[in-house]
């Protein structure tokens, strides 16, 4: 495949939400279905000479996505509105372009993001919901006021070696949350605990949530956070949430220089 510039007429960044209950992951596995390879085959179904999709947060099995962004080069001279509705018609229903707009090509949206929001929700009833199922986390009971203290300890900069799975073998754990808010939605039942930050390690947002959950439902002590992070060991910290309770909200975007905008516009 010829990869000068007359086969590489620009690039276009994606807005990306899907379900995740149906994928492992964003990331392409052999022989597995993902929302990069997903979406990848939809650019090519438009354009066969495009380049390769690459994502800025390579979120696990069950994960969800609101604002996951996407970019890849294209041959084509396509309006952004083209794109979405035409890489549309060839998603299947759990997947979505939800906007679109031309960059330079070999724009890499993984080393523009400058932030991240995430969301996880834990649906504190006794019973099951099937409404629920494959979006929170359900437990029995919950001390929301101490999972809201937990917080106050993981804001700021810290180094988070705890709060990482062993699969993670970045040198540099360090990393700064600028927000950790427990908050309650429009059913009563339902406890969101807000993450932003400038980058995370593997696992840390479902670790870190786990962690507060254990206090407020009785299995750690209070201050589990405030502990765990000088320890800098994996052991120090609570349960790993369950996949399916977070949903990444937004990516804050440094889009290229000279067009004078940030994502999401």
């Known amino acids: 495949m010829s990869t000068d510039s007359t086969s590489r007429r620009g690039g276009v960044v994606l807005e990306v939400a899907y379900d995740g ?12 279905r993902t929302v990069q390879e997903t979406l990848a085959g939809a650019v090519l179904a ?4 495009a380049g390769d999709v690459r994502g800025t947060s390579r979120t696990d099995a069950g994960v969800h996505a609101e604002g996951q962004i996407a970019s890849f080069d294209t041959t084509l001279e396509i309006p952004a509105r083209g794109w979405v509705l035409g890489l549309n018609q060839h998603l299947p229903e759990d997947v979505a372009v939800r906007a679109a707009r031309s960059v330079p090509a070999g724009f890499w949206p993984r080393g523009a993001a400058r932030g991240k929001r995430y969301r996880y929700r834990v649906l504190v009833d006794p019973v099951r919901d099937p409404h629920w199922r494959t979006r929170a986390w359900r437990v029995a009971e919950l001390d929301a006021h101490a999972i809201a203290r937990e917080a106050e300890a993981a804001r700021g900069t810290h180094d988070f070696a705890s709060f990482r799975s062993a699969g993670d073998q970045r040198t540099t754990t360090v ?3 600028s927000r950790l808010d427990v908050e309650r939605e429009g059913d009563p039942r339902i406890v969101s605990v807000v993450v932003e930050g400038d980058a995370f390690l593997y696992n840390m947002v479902r670790i870190l949530v786990g962690t507060m959950v254990d206090v407020g439902r009785g299995r750690l002590p209070p201050g589990a956070i405030a502990r765990a992070l000088p320890a800098r060991d994996r052991r120090a910290a609570g349960t790993t949430a369950p996949a399916h309770g977070l949903v990444l909200e937004t990516v804050d975007l440094a889009l290229p220089e000279g067009s004078g905008e940030r994502w999401p516009l």
């Open 21 to 32: 209950t149906g994928f492992h992951g964003w990331a392409r596995q052999v022989g597995a």
């Open 175 to 177: 990393r700064t949350l």
């Open 46 to 49: 438009i354009d066969p000479r």
